[in-house]
C-alpha cells in the first residue's frame, strides 16, 4: 500500500506514478509492505535536504526509511518509509535528460524505493540494481 501526499497540490499524473510504484513493489514481492510517497517543491525539498543531510540545495528525491540495513535489531516492519520527490527538480532534470516529467518521477519513485530496501551506490558496481529498477518502473 502506498500513501500518497502531494503537498504542490499540482501533479496531473500522480495516478500514473502510484500505479507503476504499485507494480514495481509487486515485481520485487513487497506486495505486504508500505511506504508514502510525498510530492514537494524545491523550497520543502531544500529545507529537508539541510535539516536532514546538511546540504544547502534542494535535490530531486530523499528518502527516509523506518530501518536502516544495520539495525539487526530492528523488528520486521510492514512500513518502508518514506520517499519525498521535488516536482521542481524532476521537471528540470526531465527537460535536460529529453523526457516526460512523469517518466522522470517515477524513475526517482524507483530510486527512493531502492534506497528503503537497504540499498545505496557509493561507487559505479552499486548503481546496477538502481538502474535495474528505474529502467523495470518506466515499463510498468
Not at 19 to 27: D, H
Not at 73 to 100: V, Y
Request: hydrophobic letters at 40%; a negative charge; one cysteine or more.
Amino acid at each position: 500500500m502506498i500513501d500518497f501526499v502531494d503537498e504542490t497540490e499540482n501533479c496531473s499524473f500522480a495516478e500514473a506514478v502510484l500505479v507503476s510504484l504499485t507494480r514495481l513493489m509487486q515485481n520485487l514481492d513487497l506486495k505486504d509492505k508500505e511506504l508514502c510517497l510525498v510530492f514537494v517543491d524545491n523550497e520543502k525539498m531544500h529545507e529537508l535536504n539541510l535539516a536532514h543531510r546538511q546540504v544547502d540545495s534542494a535535490t530531486d528525491v530523499l528518502s527516509f526509511p523506518t530501518f536502516e540495513p544495520e539495525d539487526e535489531d530492528m523488528p520486521i516492519l510492514p512500513f518502508l518509509g518514506d520517499i519525498i520527490i521535488s516536482l521542481d527538480t524532476a521537471a528540470k532534470q526531465a527537460k535536460d535528460q529529453g523526457h516526460s516529467t512523469e517518466d522522470e518521477v517515477k524513475v526517482l519513485a524507483a530510486h527512493g524505493l531502492t534506497h528503503l530496501l537497504g540499498f545505496d551506490h557509493p561507487d559505479e558496481a552499486s548503481w546496477e540494481v538502481f538502474r535495474n529498477n528505474q529502467a523495470t518502473i518506466l515499463t510498468l
